[in-house]
């Protein structure tokens, strides 16, 4: 609240508040021509022409993270597979989960969808525990594994309205819902087909439209290019960029850089179960001087050679 000194008779006197002198004024003890000076700004007016200050506007509050992940480690008898890991992935946001083979990716996915427990730290989706409140935290999540597999001799549509009413969701109108995306990846005229009869690619497909049919607030996504021809690869992009602009987190593994380049803001970079690195692309790229992501981490994931 800003205050005024009041200068009356060569004497200044206060400090006041606007709404002190404004009663001063009133009752005739302040002249209405009296020279009021700001405490703040310095500035002056007559007593009579004041006007309040506007408070500043309050800064918004900060967003928290969908995803926080502080201090987590993980142990399977003496082997320790992933080591302090902390990072943090707001809403909307599309985060590249990097690493050479074994540095830890796949068992830090399993922590987040709460198949493992942590042996150290803590993992939270939207505020929930990714262990403790596993069930609550996979009604928001979607997952793509690296290899979907599928129940034997069930239709690929089966196979989604069987997960729709595992949801919980009205099936007929999940279906509707999803038919525009079966299109747009190219399902529909095998939508009806067993799903174990499908390509590679194809499951890859099925199964990023069970990771989605839920409408999840985060995606987890193992290698979602794996298998894919470049069609579909390019399709993979346009519907990921679309989810994280409906407000959709993605965290997503792969060993292309050019698919982080393109579609990441973000990137997490994990070598033998520690984070090395971890950004906005540019800040990753700049704090290593390098020219590009792939160098970034080709310097901080090489080996010894043996």
């Not at 508040?17 to 009021?36: K, L």
């Not at 409140?133 to 001799?153: A, C, H, M, N, T």
Request: hydrophobic letters at 40%; a negative charge.
């Amino acid at each position: 609240m800003s205050r005024y000194f009041v200068l009356v008779d060569g004497q200044e006197h206060g400090p006041f508040t606007f709404e002190d002198i404004q009663a001063e004024v009133s009752a005739g003890r302040i002249p209405g021509d009296a020279c009021c000076r700001s405490e703040d700004s310095q500035e002056t007016a007559r007593a009579d022409q004041l006007h309040p200050v506007s408070p500043a506007p309050a800064l918004p509050a900060p967003v928290p993270p969908l995803v926080r992940i502080a201090g987590v480690a993980k142990s399977f008898g003496e082997k320790t597979a992933l080591r302090d890991i902390s990072f943090a992935v707001p809403p909307g946001q599309i985060c590249g989960l990097l690493g050479p083979n074994g540095a830890g990716k796949t068992t830090l996915f399993r922590l987040l969808m709460g198949i493992l427990k942590a042996t150290a730290g803590e993992i939270r989706i939207d505020g929930l525990d990714a262990f403790e409140q596993r069930v609550e935290v996979k009604r928001i999540i979607g997952f793509l594994p690296d290899e979907p597999v599928f129940y034997s001799y069930l239709s690929g549509q089966e196979i989604l309205e069987l997960s729709a009413a595992m949801h919980g969701l009205d099936v007929r109108s999940t279906m509707g819902r999803m038919q525009p995306l079966i299109a747009r990846l190219r399902l529909s005229e095998d939508i009806g087909n067993f799903a174990e009869d499908y390509s590679r690619g194809m499951k890859k497909k099925l199964g990023l439209l069970l990771a989605m049919l839920h409408e999840p607030k985060l995606l987890v996504l193992d290698e979602p290019t794996n298998g894919l021809d470049v069609e579909s690869t390019h399709l993979f992009y346009d519907l990921i960029s679309d989810e994280a602009q409906r407000g959709t987190t993605i965290i997503f593994s792969t060993h292309l850089m050019d698919h982080v380049t393109r579609l990441c803001s973000h990137a997490v970079i994990i070598n033998e179960g520690s984070v090395v690195a971890q950004g906005s692309l540019e800040e990753l790229r700049r704090a290593h001087g390098q020219a590009s992501l792939e160098e970034v981490f080709l310097a901080l994931t090489a080996r010894p050679p043996q």
